[in-house]
């Protein structure tokens, strides 16, 4: 039988080498956070005073709950930040993107001056199409620099760009278009992915069916051999509108709460929530946490592996490691092609010093085994991140060791899309607690509390809030201002997040999951991803799902649905040793009524798994719109 986490051990740390703290742009966490505490709009303030304004604010803040607005009438424009700036300055020829594509020799390289040139013809030729500051554009692209050139140009002119992930079907897509009634789709013939092309033109012809906002479609076309009819007065192709216009297209001057985009989330149930966020506190708070977090220095090398159609592509693919002037990398490719050694492949090859991903990476890694990464150096890496759910302890280790050697701090960063920029992780130079993301960043008032908003006391359970407004916060719903309101009423006075977390002794927080992934077994609310947890605490399970079965006794039963490492092998023996498990980690409770062995688990493009697939297919039932799923 395995060693369990019942014993409850002592909380073990990893305490990074000093020289981080020491050398880091934050320095102390503590001493920060209390001088974010002294006088809090000071310390944005300063913030904001190291970016390029137009003018700047009368007033840091002004809340007038649950609605802020920041830096109030600061004028500026994000993309003179992450271009004018560095091209005026002293990063000209730096080399600000690398894209990678799936092939050996795919690569392109621009130098900041390179990108700055590109955005401003680009940017011309939106205005040349009509497009005007306020108009929405939606952008549905592979990650190619263009998708990033196309962002960038949408805010120099002050257009509300809406970037549709390129792995979308044409009904979500179309749902998007209509939803931000969009005047231009920009997008491309094709995404290539393991060695395929896969088309999107007739995605997108599909997409604006009934979208009667659009008036072009620009298209890429990558495939030159027999390149892609452009038919009607409606389509152009994307580098005819770069001819012909002015090489210099000077940034719009944006209020600092005009919108600079909205961005979907797909959300559990629903129709997808348009999150709009503004031009100066998202700008300020990517700078601030690229800058703080990632610690990102002149040398850096910055690898984030999100895609920039989700918000830790706008946010941390592109917006804040631009705005500092750090050199970046992008990849077209998938991390198991044409190898499960590719990653490790850029890292060395592009000595890669920042690598940003996500925990469903790490263990799909894990679970190809260490001889992949094995084969490369990785010395070139000083700072790991992660995002998008917990990192569970197991991950955490293997990360840590196996690609960091056990010298590269994790910062395990909790945000969403709704906060557009880190909220919670562990700083530089802090000791890492696996399992935790860490504390609120400095700027950030995250705590966990009950339903009335009482705090709840160390090692209990509770809904994950945010006390106070921050930059980067999203202003509304798109179309549905109700929807953005119920964020700031569902426990008074906080922002409530939907995660549910448990705050350790030591004031590290662990996000748990969605609270609103619950099952009731018996009057008990258990958290999927509490059992899911504790099913990958075993060191057979790579992955695991768990969903909630009617059961005319219990409410409800849990079933679990585990993928194994390669290193084991399915068994009833193996599935009565996961059921002990869970009894001694979770409690009898949570244990699973059945357990079934599979070979993948429905998730979506961004790695989240939809459990309402598994329980439909359970159930019998139509699993509903499965457009948002990966192949
Ligand atoms: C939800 C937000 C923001 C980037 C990508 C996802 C989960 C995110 C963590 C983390 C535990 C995390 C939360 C959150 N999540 N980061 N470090 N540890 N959970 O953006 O699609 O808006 O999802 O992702 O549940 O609420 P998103």
Same mark, same amino acid.
């Given at each position: 039988m395995e060693e369990s986490a019942q014993s409850r051990p002592e909380p073990k740390y990893y305490t990074p080498n000093p020289s981080y703290r020491e050398k880091s742009w934050m320095g102390d966490y503590s001493w920060t956070y209390n001088e974010f505490l002294k006088d809090p709009e000071q310390f944005w303030d300063r913030i904001a005073k190291k970016l390029h304004w137009f003018s700047e604010w009368d007033k840091v803040k002004e809340w007038n709950y649950p609605h802020a607005k920041w830096f109030v009438n600061g004028k500026t424009n994000i993309t003179y930040n992450c271009l004018d700036r560095h091209v005026l300055g002293e990063r000209r020829n730096k080399v600000a993107l690398i894209w990678k594509g799936e092939s050996e020799d795919d690569e392109r390289v621009f130098t900041y001056r390179q990108l700055y040139r590109e955005v401003m013809r680009f940017a011309n030729g939106l205005k040349k199409l009509g497009v005007v500051k306020g108009d929405r554009v939606c952008i549905y692209m592979p990650v190619i620099p263009e998708q990033v050139i196309a962002m960038l140009a949408c805010a120099r002119i002050g257009a509300v760009h809406s970037v549709v992930f390129g792995g979308y079907g044409a009904a979500a897509l179309n749902q998007r278009i209509v939803d931000a009634g969009a005047k231009i789709v920009i997008t491309a013939d094709m995404a290539i992915r393991r060695g395929k092309s896969i088309p999107l033109k007739h995605t997108i012809e599909e997409a604006i069916i009934g979208a009667p906002t659009v008036e072009h479609l620009i298209i890429l076309r990558r495939e030159l051999r027999t390149p892609v009819e452009i038919h009607s007065e409606m389509e152009i192709d994307f580098y005819e509108v770069m001819t012909d216009v002015e090489p210099d297209c000077p940034a719009e001057v944006m209020d600092s709460e005009d919108p600079m985009f909205i961005l979907y989330t797909s959300g559990t149930t629903g129709a997808p929530k348009g999150i709009v966020h503004t031009c100066g506190g998202y700008m300020v708070g990517v700078y601030y946490t690229t800058r703080y977090i990632f610690d990102v220095k002149e040398s850096d090398v910055y690898w984030c592996t999100a895609d920039p159609g989700w918000i830790t592509g706008h946010s941390y693919v592109v917006y804040g490691p631009l705005s $500092?002037?750090?050199?970046?990398?992008?990849?077209?490719?998938?991390?198991?092609?044409?190898?499960?050694?590719?990653?490790?492949?850029?890292?060395?090859?592009?000595?890669?010093?920042?690598?940003?991903?996500?925990?469903?990476?790490?263990?799909?890694?894990?679970?190809?085994?260490?001889?992949?990464?094995?084969?490369?150096?990785?010395?070139?890496?000083?700072?790991?991140?992660? /995002?998008?759910?917990?990192?569970?302890?197991?991950?955490?280790?293997?990360?840590?060791?196996?690609?960091?050697?056990?010298?590269?701090?994790?910062?395990?960063?909790?945000?969403?899309?709704?906060?557009?920029?880190?909220?919670?992780?562990?700083?530089?130079?802090?000791?890492?607690?696996?399992?935790?993301?860490?504390?609120?960043?400095?700027?950030?008032?995250?705590?966990?509390?009950?339903?009335?908003?009482?705090?709840?006391?160390?090692?209990?359970?509770?809904?994950? $809030?945010?006390?106070?407004?921050?930059?980067?916060?999203?202003?509304?719903?798109?179309?549905?201002?109700?929807?953005?309101?119920?964020?700031?009423?569902?426990?008074?006075?906080?922002?409530? $997040?939907?995660?549910?977390?448990?705050?350790?002794?030591?004031?590290?927080?662990?996000?748990?999951?969605?609270?609103?992934?619950?099952?009731?077994?018996?009057?008990?609310?258990?958290?999927?991803?509490?059992?899911?947890?504790?099913?990958?605490?075993?060191?057979?399970?790579?992955?695991?799902?768990?969903?909630?079965?009617?059961?005319?006794?219990?409410?409800?039963?849990?079933?679990?649905? /585990?993928?194994?490492?390669?290193?084991?092998?399915?068994?009833?023996?193996?599935?009565?040793?996961?059921?002990?498990?869970v009894r001694i980690t979770l409690g009898p409770i949570a244990i699973p009524s059945e357990i079934e062995f599979v070979d993948s688990l429905p998730k979506t493009r961004s790695g989240k798994i939809v459990r309402r697939v598994l329980k439909a297919k359970e159930m019998g039932m139509d699993p509903g719109d499965i457009s948002t799923l990966d192949e």
């Open positions: $500092v002037g750090a050199t970046i990398l992008i990849g077209e490719g998938t991390p198991d092609y044409p190898d499960a050694g590719i990653w490790w492949k850029m890292v060395e090859e592009y000595g890669v010093s920042i690598l940003y991903t996500a925990p469903t990476a790490i263990r799909m890694f894990m679970k190809m085994g260490r001889e992949w990464p094995d084969k490369y150096n990785l010395s070139s890496l000083r700072i790991l991140g992660s /995002v998008g759910e917990p990192l569970n302890p197991e991950a955490f280790e293997w990360f840590y060791h196996v690609i960091g050697k056990a010298k590269c701090p994790i910062v395990d960063t909790w945000w969403q899309t709704e906060t557009g920029m880190h909220m919670i992780t562990t700083v530089l130079g802090e000791p890492m607690r696996p399992g935790f993301a860490g504390k609120s960043i400095p700027g950030v008032i995250a705590d966990v509390v009950d339903k009335t908003g009482k705090s709840v006391p160390p090692g209990t359970s509770g809904f994950l $809030v945010i006390k106070e407004p921050w930059p980067a916060m999203m202003r509304t719903v798109y179309n549905n201002e109700e929807r953005y309101i119920k964020y700031w009423e569902t426990i008074p006075g906080c922002y409530t $997040v939907g995660d549910l977390a448990i705050k350790g002794e030591d004031g590290n927080i662990m996000v748990i999951g969605r609270s609103d992934d619950l099952i009731i077994v018996s009057g008990h609310n258990i958290g999927t991803a509490e059992v899911e947890s504790a099913l990958v605490s075993h060191k057979a399970v790579a992955e695991a799902a768990v969903i909630g079965k009617p059961d005319p006794l219990k409410g409800n039963t849990i079933k679990a649905f /585990v993928i194994l490492r390669n290193t084991h092998t399915p068994s009833d023996r193996l599935k009565n040793e996961l059921f002990y498990h």
